[in-house]
Structure formats: structure tokens, C-alpha cells
Nanobody
Framework: VQLQASGGGLVQAGGSLRLSCVAS????????MGWFRQAPGKEREFVAA????????RYADSIKGRFTISRDNAKNTVYLQMNSLNPEDTAVYYC????????????????WGQGTLVTVSS
């Protein structure tokens, strides 16, 4: 599975962005998907995860209520809608997938995208 993340950019605090992650090579119907982020000088951290059907989701406490993960298996795409962004959300955001897994909140994913940079100015 190849993952291509996009949608990052520069946004002012309080603004919104929607990240997309398109998969190729396999259909995503049986893959758990996740979003992670890595800020400069920090370790990669979990942001959100969604089950293969979209029926279950998990969020990091730091973004709960502001970010929403969703997926469209027909389009082989996972989204991360990010609202009320603040400078602490500045990071490279990565999408990840793992086959035959219901839901995963650790970095134990098999496939990773290349990342898309989100910069939030104050």
C-alpha cells in the first residue's frame, strides 16, 4: 500500500485545514487507518485512528473536540478535519495503515505516508 498525504499548509491560529490521505495499490476496506504528527525536536505522536468500517474512532486528548477523522473507502481516502488550530498543532502529519486490524493507536502501523506539513501561526 502506498499512502499519499496532502492538504497541509500555513494557517492562522483559529483556522481550519483538511488533510487527505489517498491509498494506492490496495483497497482500504480492511485496513485500520491513523494520523500521527511530529513536531520539530519531538517524537512522533498519535493524533487519531479509525477502524476499517469507520464505525470506531479514537483521538488524542490534545485534539479531542477539534479534529475529526473520517474515511471514504470507495475513494480509498482518509481525512483529518482540523478546526480551531493553534500553534502547538504545528507539525508534519503522517497517515498510516495496517491490514486486518480493527483500530490502532500506537505506531505499530505497517505502511506510512510521506507526511504533510501543517504550520499554524499565532
Amino acid at each position: 500500500v502506498q499512502l499519499q498525504a496532502s492538504g497541509g499548509g500555513l494557517v492562522q491560529a483559529g483556522g481550519s485545514l483538511r488533510l487527505s490521505c489517498v491509498a494506492s495499490g490496495r483497497t482500504l476496506g480492511s485496513y485500520a487507518m491513523g494520523w500521527f504528527r511530529q513536531a520539530p525536536g519531538k517524537e512522533r505522536e498519535f493524533v487519531a485512528a479509525i477502524s476499517w468500517s469507520g464505525g470506531s474512532t479514537r483521538y488524542a486528548d490534545s485534539i479531542k473536540g477539534r479534529f475529526t477523522i473520517s474515511r471514504d473507502n470507495a475513494k480509498n481516502t482518509v481525512y483529518l478535519q482540523m478546526n480551531s488550530l493553534n500553534p502547538e498543532d504545528t507539525a508534519v502529519y503522517y497517515c498510516a495503515s495496517k491490514y486486518n486490524t480493527l483500530l490502532l493507536v500506537t505506531t505499530d502501523y505497517a505502511y506510512w505516508g510521506q507526511g504533510t506539513l501543517v504550520t499554524v501561526s499565532s
